[in-house]
């Protein structure tokens, strides 16, 4: 047994695997690259999958890594019973080993014993262990009890146990389709002295037999049809908690009871004011702040669907839990201090963008706080209407679902007022959602087949002799493609860039003596690159040399903007703060997008200030460097990744004077001067607390320029002015048209003022009741209201009906004094008008509007008012 923290444990990990030559991985994002089926990476394997499909090669072939994920939505959410298990958490890390081709059954078995019983690595208890194969792996079997001597009483047979063939807790499969494989469990017993039985047996679900890692022999890509096709090389990828393996190193029966945790719950506990230190909601809490800050960290932000739509629930969640704690005051963003602390390097990523991570946590707070108020008072209405003593599932998954209104506070409040609440009824509804979001989120397995590998030259190169190694027509392969024909080449190497990391495929024509092939797009495909396109004349065919030629005018603009949106980015951070980090980016031959983090709309002084810092570093004609470099030498030089960056040992570096320093592998100008000129053309908000801007540069942001300025002299002439005077003279017109618009509403007033002396002429004896019934012509529908009014003030008891005729629709208004209302309502009789000229309408018993579009209608709705009129008042 071990003592060790839990960063020693992880540690231990990676040097036991290091002396197996073994590369060690860095966990890739939480957000999955070019993965959107995926909601976040759940498990190590994550980042592999392409190798395993046979689609990426590495210059690995073994690899570890402490991979971070989170399990709280789609296909794995363990987010409900967070806080009430021994084990279960949103957010924790994997420790994983993989083989791409290399070891496979007896290797990966006898690594994980040895590194978990011998004297050396953790020394666990052999008796403790028991393990599981997939019924039908007689290799996995043979392998535990022959060679590594588990007895055969302690190594179980699960057999498919989820309602389908290869459908089994022992057989591993990314989804419905898709990468699958037998897989081996190992399984730690923490003692009689817990309550639970070990695996496949009815008390299962106990904590005393806890998995602690799983071995899967990836060796399948299971088909829409259910079939199995082998992948092209077996591979292995296991996954152990690190939480789990360190509570069984530690000695305690419960991951909220390792170190980590701990520290975690104390700095919960101390912020709340809290002294019981074992209360479920401080497990909550503790649990939530590590996979809410990573979350933000790898850039998601709270909205209402997708990933955000999972944040928010976490947040919330943890807040409720603080709400139920009795918390004072705000304190959720308060967690991410001691959590940087606690955590360690593992949140260098955290820390660096701390002040933003409290600001969002912060947010979300106050609008929970807002959410929680309003959700009492629609909670009160539904409890207001109710007929019996029980409030149905559905009311309380709408408050739930749609409003955010938690179910645990919905039912305390029923309990509080002796109303039953339908928990079954929420339950379905709830299931049914999950059977929606695991429908939408099923894994795009669907791929085309290819081993070639493209060699990029085009940094140094616009034009590249090369040879089809792929041919793809309506993505089947093939040998030729012919005249007409759209479809997919993939040459040996290219000058085309693939669209990556926000700059957009290259477009050109592939050509030699016998045809042309228009290329309309360039995509990655793995190791391959694909230019997409039709064949202009004569065909293509494999092992056919062509002559590779980029659209070198668009490229050209294309590496202005690329190489201005590094140094927007640097003059954002300079003028906004250090809390700006990219959210994305498009970058083609017209423009340049830049998504960011920032609370505020940028102001027009800040748009200019940063406008200035650009276009000063252009004049400045730096050169433009890039530079081949290890990833951690590239990080210790403080290079920032602008784009998405796999764990790729070598990366490029781009420099630009001392000014901006990121990873980028887009294609670039030679020296800041070749960008002339760099212009904001808009800013705005596309999310919470995410802003973007558009930009332009070079001839286009001349021309752009030019247009505006053109545009200054056109509208100065218009004006009858010049440029230099023209806002005093706006500042005058705009002046005097305000005095035209009083003078127009005074002779409004007047105008509505006589109409009423008019109309007072025209009224009628009804049954004892002043009736007036009338069309105006040449009158606004907003001036009826007023002479409505004057007129009831003028009548003091009476019926009034007017109407217009304004862009060709009827506009209605009724009348009633409140005497007559308990006789005549206006409501009533605006909608007995309405229905007769193609309209509807409605309002209060005094007054009432409509609009309908039956002109001719007009006359005969007006004359039988009168019938209608006198037949409610007798």
């Not at 689609?55 to 939505?73: E, F, H, T």
Request: glycine share 8%; net charge positive; with cysteine.
């Amino acid at each position: 047994m071990s003592s060790k923290s839990t960063d020693e444990i992880r540690q231990a990990f990676f040097d036991f695997f290091q002396t197996k030559r073994h590369e060690v991985v860095p966990s890739s994002s939480l957000v999955p690259h070019n993965e959107p089926t995926l909601l976040f990476t759940n498990a190590g394997m994550n980042q592999f999958k392409d190798i395993f499909l046979g689609l990426d090669k590495r210059a690995y072939s073994r690899a570890i890594s402490s991979q971070r994920c989170v399990r709280a939505g789609g296909k794995h959410n363990d987010l409900e019973n967070v806080g009430y298990t021994a084990r279960h958490h949103t957010f924790f890390e994997m420790l994983g080993n993989f083989s791409f081709g290399d070891y496979f059954k007896q290797d990966a078995i006898k690594y994980a014993w040895e590194l978990l019983t011998s004297k050396q690595w953790f020394n666990l208890p052999k008796e403790r262990f028991w393990i599981t194969v997939y019924h039908s792996d007689e290799e996995a079997y043979n392998i535990w009890q022959q060679e590594i001597g588990i007895p055969a009483e302690r190594i179980i047979r699960i057999g498919d146990n989820k309602g389908g063939i290869y459908s089994s807790d022992n057989f591993w499969q990314i989804g419905n389709t898709g990468l699958c494989g037998p897989c081996t469990e190992i399984f730690y017993d923490h003692g009689n002295h817990i309550w639970g039985g070990p695996p496949g047996s009815s008390e299962e679900d106990g904590d005393r037999y806890i998995e602690i890692w799983n071995i899967v022999f990836m060796q399948f890509n299971r088909q829409l049809d259910g079939s199995l096709k082998k992948l092209p090389i077996p591979s292995v990828d296991t996954g152990m908690g690190l939480e789990r393996i360190t509570a069984v190193l530690q000695r305690v029966n419960s991951t909220y009871e390792i170190d980590l945790f701990r520290q975690l719950i104390a700095a919960v506990a101390k912020v709340i004011s809290l002294s019981d230190l074992n209360h479920k909601s401080l497990y909550v809490i503790a649990d939530h702040i590590r996979s809410s800050a990573f979350i933000i960290s790898d850039g998601v932000f709270p909205t209402n669907e997708g990933r955000g739509y999972v944040l928010r629930r976490i947040i919330r969640r943890a807040v409720r839990h603080g709400y139920m704690l009795v918390a004072k005051e705000m304190f959720f963003y308060k967690l991410v201090a001691p959590l940087i602390q606690i955590m360690g390097n593992v949140a260098n990523k955290i820390k660096s963008q701390q002040t933003m991570i409290e600001k969002i946590l912060k947010n979300e707070e106050e609008q929970f706080a807002r959410t929680l108020a309003r959700g009492l008072k629609l909670l009160d209405d539904e409890l207001a209407k109710l007929q019996g003593s029980t409030l149905s599932g559905e009311t309380a998954f709408r408050l739930y679902d749609t409003y955010g209104f938690p179910f645990d506070l919905t039912a305390d409040i029923c309990r509080e007022r002796n109303i039953k609440l339908n928990e079954l009824g929420f339950n379905s509804a709830m299931k049914q959602q999950k059977r929606r979001a695991q429908k939408s989120s099923r894994f795009a397995t669907n791929f085309i087949q290819v081993n070639s590998h493209s060699d990029f030259s085009g940094y140094e190169n616009n034009n590249q002799l090369a040879i089809v190694t792929a041919i793809f027509h309506q993505g089947k392969p093939v040998n030729v493609l012919n005249e007409g024909e759209f479809g997919v080449i993939i040459l040996d190497k290219t000058s085309f860039y693939a669209e990556s990391g926000g700059q957009v495929g290259d477009i050109g024509i592939l050509s030699n003596s016998y045809c042309q092939f228009t290329v309309s797009d360039t995509q990655k495909y793995a190791q391959a690159i694909k230019h997409i396109g039709k064949v202009i004349t004569g065909s293509i065919a494999i092992k056919n040399s062509v002559n590779a030629r980029i659209d070198i005018e668009r490229r050209n603009a294309i590496r202005l903007n690329h190489s201005a949106t590094h140094l927007l980015h640097a003059a954002l951070r300079d003028v906004l703060g250090m809390h700006v980090i990219q959210k994305g980016s498009l970058v083609n031959d017209k423009y340049l997008r830049f998504d960011f983090s920032h609370f505020t709309a940028i102001t027009p002084m800040q748009i200019s200030k940063i406008e200035d810092i650009v276009n000063y570093q252009i004049r400045k004609n730096n050169p433009i460097v890039t530079t081949i470099m290890d990833l951690e030498a590239a990080k210790k030089s403080g290079a920032i990744a602008l784009c998405s960056e796999k764990n790729y040992a070598q990366v490029r570096v781009l420099s630009i004077g001392d000014f901006s320093i990121e990873l980028c592998g887009g294609t670039h100008a030679n020296r800041t001067g070749d960008i002339g000129l760099f212009r904001i053309s808009k800013e705005y908000g596309i999310a919470a607390g995410i802003r973007r801007i558009e930009a332009k540069t070079g001839q286009i942001a001349i021309d752009d320029q030019h247009q505006q300025s053109n545009l200054l002299v056109e509208i100065s002439k218009l004006m009858k002015s010049n440029p230099i005077s023209l806002i005093e003279k706006i500042k005058a017109t705009l002046d005097n048209v305000k005095l035209l618009e009083r003078s127009l509403n005074q002779l409004k007033w007047q105008q509505a003022a006589q109409e009423v002396i008019s109309l007072s002429q025209q009224v009628k004896q009804v049954n004892g009741v002043h009736l007036l019934v009338t069309q105006l012509n040449n009158t606004e529908p907003k001036q009826l209201r007023i002479i409505i009014d004057d007129l009831k003030n003028q009548l003091k008891s009476a019926i009034i009906v007017i109407s217009t005729i304004s862009n060709n629709k009827v506009s209605l208004i009724v009348g009633v004094t409140n005497d007559l209302t308990a006789k005549i309502k206006a409501s009533d009789l605006i909608s007995f008008i309405a229905q007769q000229v193609g309209g509807k309408g409605g309002g209060r018993p005094d007054i009432a509007q409509a609009g309908g579009s039956n002109i001719k209608a007009l006359p005969d709705a007006l004359g039988s008012v009168e019938k209608w009129v006198n037949s409610h008042l007798t």
